[in-house]
Every structure is written in structure tokens, then in C-alpha cells.
């Protein structure tokens, strides 16, 4: 079964540390991987996308990962802020037209 | 401000209801998405519009109707709804279906079955 995970559900971390959130897949065959960002309530708003053929994507503090092989993407936080704190959902397809998500981890940044 | 834009954003209704939810997009896009999401639960992907033409229909029971009237709107009606059925509802769109296209989302329709 096609499936995304990610651990932990929930980080607490204090303002101003470095963090890393995780996904991972089970299938190697992937167009792309989306990080995605949801609010309490809120609709999804989309942080990076890496290409199956890409490593790594960055924007402003965000730096995102892909390891085909070995099924990992990872997500990096510099310098968190408590305006980070939110749900951050990985999805990817796996060569078929579904976005499968992963469960998401919850953040809290501690002013 | 998204570029996929919902209305409304809640939504009461009994049982015996009916009613619709909008979405519309001014990218081009010719996929467009419905999703449902839970409390605390990844969104579930429902239809896929492909160049107007339903695509993908996630076995959704029919009292949820989806409708593509022209490649910048998407509707669903809502028709006999169950309080099961209460959750946020997505509107994603993407330039085209498939090829790993990255989809872009709505706010979603807060929805409450009484």
C-alpha cells in the first residue's frame, strides 16, 4: 500500500532553534513532493515542491529535501518563529493523478 | 490571499438542505480538485475535473454532486447531507491533471450538518 507518515504528530520547540520535520514514502516512484503549511481552520498554502529529480528546494528560511531511494523528505526550519507555529503536511503522488498526504506534524513555536 | 478562492467560507444547513459550494481560479489552471478534510486528518481527495470533464470520482456518496461549468469555476451541491458530512471542504487547482503538476488550494468552506 502507497502510503506517507509523518513523525512525530506534534514538536514544541522554543523560539529561535533550527528544527527538522520529516515525511516518509513508501514508494520511490514520485512525480514531486509538496510541504505544505495549514493554519487551525484554514485552507492549504503550498511551501515547496521538489521535482523527483531534484535534491533540495529553499525558500527564505525553508529548506526542503528529497532522498528517492531511501523514501525521506525532510523539511528545515532556520531560526523558528512563533508565526511558524501551524501544520505542516508533506503529499506526493506516486505516478498515478492522486495526492496522497501525509498526516502531519503540529508545530508550536515557544515565544 | 490565495488564488483559489472559496465561498463561502461556513456553512450551516439541516439535513433536508440543499446547497452549494463555489470555487473559482483566474490561473489557467484545467484540473481542478475537491477535497474533504476532518479534524486532525490529512484532506481526502472526492472528484478531479480535467478539462471540464469529471476525471476522478473517489466513490462519493451522491448526495454530494460536483459540477464544472466552465475551466475557472467549480461547484458542489449538497443535497441530504449526514453530520458526518460536517468538515472542511478544498478546492485545489492545478495547471493540468497528473505529471505531478503542483496543486494550489483554497481557504475551503467551513460545512455544519445540523
Given at each position: 500500500k502507497q502510503e506517507v507518515t509523518q513523525?512525530?504528530?506534534?514538536?514544541?520547540?522554543?523560539?529561535?532553534?533550527?528544527?527538522?520535520?520529516?515525511?516518509?514514502?513508501?514508494?520511490?516512484?514520485?512525480?514531486?513532493?509538496?510541504?505544505?503549511?495549514?493554519?487551525?481552520?484554514?485552507?492549504?498554502?503550498?511551501?515547496?515542491?521538489?521535482?523527483?529529480?531534484?535534491?533540495?528546494?529553499?525558500?527564505?528560511?525553508?529548506n526542503a529535501s528529497l532522498d528517492k531511494s531511501s523514501g525521506r523528505s525532510t523539511l528545515y526550519i532556520a531560526a523558528s518563529q512563533p508565526g511558524d507555529s501551524a501544520t505542516y503536511l508533506c503529499a506526493t503522488n506516486f505516478g498515478n493523478e492522486k495526492l496522497t498526504f501525509g498526516t502531519g506534524t503540529r508545530l508550536t513555536i515557544i515565544p | 490571499d490565495t488564488e483559489v478562492t472559496q465561498t463561502p467560507k461556513h456553512l450551516v444547513m439541516g439535513?433536508?438542505?440543499?446547497?452549494?459550494?463555489?470555487?473559482?481560479?483566474?490561473?489557467?489552471?484545467?484540473?481542478?480538485?475537491?477535497?474533504?478534510?476532518?479534524?486532525?486528518?490529512?484532506?481526502?481527495?472526492?472528484?478531479?475535473?480535467?478539462?471540464?470533464?469529471?476525471?476522478?470520482?473517489?466513490?462519493?456518496?451522491?448526495?454530494?454532486?460536483?459540477?464544472?461549468?466552465?475551466?475557472?469555476?467549480?461547484?458542489?451541491?449538497?443535497?441530504?447531507?449526514?453530520?458526518?458530512d460536517s468538515a472542511l471542504y478544498l478546492c485545489a487547482s492545478s495547471q493540468r491533471q497528473g505529471g505531478g503538476q503542483p496543486q494550489h488550494f483554497g481557504d475551503g468552506t467551513r460545512l455544519s450538518i445540523l
Open positions: 513523525i512525530p504528530a506534534a514538536l514544541s520547540v522554543p523560539e529561535g532553534e533550527n528544527l527538522v520535520l520529516n515525511c516518509s514514502f513508501t514508494d520511490s516512484a514520485i512525480y514531486n513532493l509538496q510541504w505544505f503549511r495549514q493554519d487551525p481552520g484554514k485552507g492549504l498554502t503550498s511551501l515547496l515542491l521538489i521535482q523527483s529529480s531534484q535534491r533540495e528546494q529553499t525558500s527564505g528560511r525553508l | 439535513m433536508t438542505n440543499k446547497k452549494s459550494l463555489k470555487c473559482e481560479q483566474h490561473m489557467g489552471h484545467r484540473a481542478m480538485y475537491w477535497y474533504k478534510q476532518k479534524a486532525k486528518k490529512p484532506p481526502e481527495l472526492m472528484f478531479v475535473y480535467s478539462y471540464e470533464k469529471l476525471s476522478i470520482n473517489e466513490s462519493v456518496p451522491s448526495r454530494f454532486s460536483p459540477e464544472c461549468p466552465n475551466s475557472s469555476l467549480l461547484n458542489l451541491h449538497l443535497h441530504a447531507l449526514q453530520p458526518e
